[in-house]
């Protein structure tokens, strides 16, 4: 039971350049989710997937881009990091059950680092 | 809008100590409530959940009851441990699939 994975762990750039997390779940949930975790905010939403190639936007899209061409792999890419975007990147995902106790699955998360 | 605003950290308990952290939330209609759970260098999970007022959670001695009256849902634990050392989640879900999380309570146990 594989579950979701995020990769990499860690990550540091530098300013200007793209950077792509991945996230990958052996479940076949519908939904996948990405947050960003941020001292005093908790998590909040940056986008995310109700099935392959259906994407929208959360709480904080700005300067992030995502893509579902298949349902296990839910990519985030900054496309121009900024330090404002150094943080925590959590993947989620979840079973469509059309209800709204439904519980999101969690990967371990991946620190980024911009310089 | 929907929002959940919960007690801020940290909190530091010793060992066998009672535990609660307040939780309280806005939402329309009748969302479902749950407490996550972070231990250093992981990912959340559900610690529990309740779906409707009056519903009480529980899971590894931990308990929380949906309390529409006050719009709360504090979670607490008769006796602490040292493995319960972690940064706690209320989060509340108002629609299928919508999550909304408050900013986290660090819980330090000591011996």
């Known amino acids: 039971d594989a579950g979701i994975t995020q990769s990499p762990r860690y990550k540091i750039t530098e300013t200007g350049r793209q950077v792509t997390l991945m996230c990958h779940q052996t479940?076949?949930?519908?939904?996948m989710f990405w947050y960003r975790q941020d001292l005093g905010h908790g998590l909040r939403l940056i986008y995310y997937?109700?099935?392959?190639?259906?994407?929208d936007k959360g709480e904080v899209p700005d300067g992030y881009v995502v893509s579902r061409s298949k349902t296990e792999n839910f990519p985030l890419t900054l496309e121009s990091a900024t330090r404002s975007q150094t943080s925590v990147y959590f993947c989620?995902?979840?079973?469509?059950?059309?209800?709204?106790?439904?519980?999101?699955?969690f990967g371990d998360g991946t620190r980024l680092s911009i310089l | 809008g929907d929002s959940v605003t919960q007690m801020e950290g940290p909190v530091t308990l010793s060992e066998e100590a009672f535990l609660t952290i307040n939780c309280t939330y806005t939402?329309?209609?009748?969302?479902?409530l749950f407490w996550y759970v972070q231990y250093p260098g992981e990912g959340l999970q559900l610690l529990l959940k309740?779906?409707?007022?009056?519903d009480k959670g529980s899971n590894k001695g931990f308990e929380a009851t949906y309390r529409k009256e006050t719009t709360s849902f504090h979670l607490e634990k008769g006796s602490v441990q040292v493995s319960d050392s972690a940064v706690y989640f209320c989060?509340?879900?108002?629609?299928?699939?919508?999550?909304?999380f408050g900013t986290g309570t660090r819980l330090t146990v000591i011996p």
């Open positions: 997937s109700a099935a392959a190639d259906i994407t």
């Open positions: 479940w076949s949930h519908s939904y």
């Open positions: 989620a995902s979840s079973e469509d059950s059309g209800v709204r106790n439904q519980p999101q699955h």
């Open positions: 309740a779906t409707k007022a009056d």
């Open positions: 989060a509340l879900s108002p629609r299928a699939n919508n999550l909304f």
């Open positions: 939402a329309t209609g009748y969302p479902s």
